[in-house]
């Protein structure tokens, strides 16, 4: 079974603040997601990954960068938080190959709220 | 610009009969779509997903329905239980992208005693 880990469930954090969040799977997947999950939006993209240091933006990038520096581990950061920045975000992975027609795999997400 | 809709915010549905859940999209270029079921705390769980050279694609309770003329796929659940109780989530691949997925913005469905 894939495992995708997010490193915190909760976070509070204040506006201004550098936030880091974490996320690990362990099916040496090639491709890394990160997702908003806002009431009405569904989930909209931020950031992917499809290989290690590399990176690309996805639909909402803006106040937003990631790490891939080990295929692993993908890390969103907010540079700076602002309070139009709380939201439940997701990480999910997935396979390489888009012959094999693999879904994405999601963790539990983290529930942040910047103050 | 919403590429995938799901019109439905909400639907409620009795134990035992069938759920349908509707999708629909607006560019050609999918490929591949999905179905998630999403429980409150948790991420999304795949559920069914199906090419987009097939019309029909079936896994137990779970079947999906594929339209490309009309741009419009759905989830039928039969028969439906209490557990089936979530949020549903269709999402869609673009051709030509590394498993990039565009997401509708979900319905919730209650089954009810």
């Known amino acids: 079974d894939v495992k995708v880990t997010q490193s915190s469930r909760y976070l509070v954090k204040r506006t201004g603040e550098k936030v880091f969040l974490e996320c690990v799977q362990d099916?040496?997947?090639?491709?890394m997601f990160w997702y908003r999950q806002d009431p009405g939006l569904g989930l909209r993209l931020i950031y992917f990954s499809y290989d290690v240091k590399m990176k690309e933006k996805g639909d909402i990038p803006e106040g937003y960068s990631v790490s891939r520096e080990k295929k692993e581990r993908f890390s969103l950061i907010l540079e700076s938080a602002s309070t139009n920045q709380t939201s439940m975000y997701l990480c999910?992975?997935?396979?390489?190959?888009?012959?094999?027609?693999?879904?994405?795999?999601f963790g539990d997400g983290t529930r942040l709220s910047i103050l | 610009d919403q590429q995938v809709k799901q019109n439905s915010p909400s639907l409620s549905v009795q134990e035992g009969r069938i759920s349908i859940l509707n999708c629909d999209y607006t560019n050609s270029m999918f490929d591949y779509f999905l179905w998630y079921k999403k429980y409150p705390a948790e991420g999304p769980t795949f559920l069914i997903s199906?090419?987009?050279?097939?019309d029909k694609n079936e896994d137990g309770r779970f079947t999906v329905f594929l339209n490309k003329s009309a741009k419009h796929l759905s989830l039928h659940i039969v028969p439906s239980q209490p557990g089936d109780s979530a949020v549903y989530f269709c999402a869609a691949r673009w051709t030509g992208t590394a498993s990039k997925l565009t997401f509708g913005t979900g319905t919730r469905l209650q089954v009810t005693l």
């Open positions: 999910a992975s997935s396979q390489g190959d888009r012959a094999l027609n693999q879904p994405q795999h």
């Open positions: 099916m040496d997947h090639e491709n």
């Open positions: 199906i090419s987009s050279i097939k």
